[in-house]
C-alpha cells in the first residue's frame, strides 16, 4: 500500500503569479520584468503576462517611467484590514509599559505605501492629548515622520518628500538638505525627535521597528507638551522609544 502523502494539486499559473508576487515584495528597490524573470526562473514572455494580470488586478505597480515594479495598492489594503490590527494588538503591552514609564502619550505608526497613518494610542492615565487615530502623518514635520524616513531607501524617500515641504510651524523643516541632516542625526542616535514642527506647544520623540532588510514595519512615538518633554529630555524618552521599537521588532520578526 502507497503510504505517501497525497498530491496537491494546484495551478501552475497561479504558483507562477504567487512567486512573482512574492519576488516584487522581497526586492530592496522596484525591479524589471526581465530581471524578475530571472529571479523566479521563468521565460519573459510569461513574465510580461502574468504580470499585466497582477497590475491590472492591483497586486502589483509598474512606474511608467523606469518600467519597474512594486507591491500594487490592493495587497496593501489587503495587509491593512489584518495585518495592522493584529501588529497593534502585539504592540499593546509595549506600549502601555512605554507609556505609564515615561508619563506621557506613546502612537504607534504604520507605513501605507510612502505614508504612515497612526494605529494605536495609550494614554498616560493623567495627560488629555487629542486622538491621532487614524490619522496621515506630516512625515517632515513630527518625529514619527523623521524616523520612518531616516530608514528608507534614497529613491523612496525622494518620492515621500516629492511634494514642496509646507511648514507648519517657525521650527518646521522646510529646506531638503536641513532635513537630510537631521535624517542622518536620526539613523545615528536611533530616534528623531520634533521641536513644536507640527503644532508649536506639542514635542516628541520617535523610532521605528526595523525589519531583516532595515525597512521601517512601525514607528513607536513618545509625545507631549514642550515644558514636559524639555523637562524629561530627548535623550532619556528618544532611548526609551527606541527600546520598545526594538521589541515589538524582535516579536514580529
Known amino acids: 500500500m502507497n503510504m505517501s502523502a497525497p498530491t496537491v494539486n494546484t495551478v501552475q499559473s497561479v504558483e507562477r503569479a504567487a512567486e512573482l508576487l512574492k519576488a516584487v515584495a522581497a526586492a530592496r528597490a522596484p525591479l524589471s520584468a526581465p530581471a524578475l524573470a530571472d529571479r523566479c526562473g521563468l521565460n519573459r514572455s510569461t513574465t510580461w503576462r502574468l504580470l499585466a494580470t497582477l497590475e491590472r488586478h492591483g497586486l502589483v505597480d509598474r512606474d511608467p517611467e523606469t518600467g519597474r515594479y512594486s507591491v500594487g495598492p490592493a495587497v496593501v489594503q489587503m495587509a491593512g484590514t489584518s495585518g495592522h490590527e ?59 515622520g523623521k524616523a520612518f524616513l531616516a530608514w528608507l531607501p534614497d529613491d523612496e524617500r525622494a518620492a515621500a518628500l516629492a511634494e514642496p515641504l509646507e511648514r507648519f510651524t517657525k521650527t518646521t523643516l522646510t529646506d531638503a538638505a536641513a532635513l537630510e541632516a537631521e535624517l542622518a542625526g536620526v539613523r545615528r542616535r536611533g530616534y528623531g525627535v520634533s521641536r513644536g ?9 520617535s523610532a521605528a521597528s526595523l525589519d531583516e532588510r532595515e525597512r521601517p514595519i512601525a514607528v513607536v512615538s513618545v509625545w507631549g507638551s514642550d515644558g514636559r518633554i524639555r523637562e524629561k529630555g530627548f535623550r532619556v524618552l528618544g532611548e526609551a522609544a527606541a527600546r520598545t521599537a526594538g521589541e515589538l521588532a524582535a516579536q514580529l520578526a
Open 197 to 205: 514642527e507640527l503644532e508649536p506647544g506639542l514635542w516628541g520623540v
Open 86 to 144: 493584529a501588529l497593534a494588538r502585539r504592540a499593546q503591552p509595549l506600549l502601555r509599559r512605554l507609556a505609564e514609564d515615561s508619563e506621557e502619550t506613546v502612537n504607534l505608526a504604520v507605513p501605507y505605501r510612502l505614508q504612515l497613518v497612526y494605529v494605536s494610542q495609550v494614554e498616560a492615565p493623567h495627560v488629555m492629548t487629542a486622538n491621532w487615530l487614524g490619522r496621515p502623518v506630516a512625515l517632515h514635520a513630527t518625529s514619527t
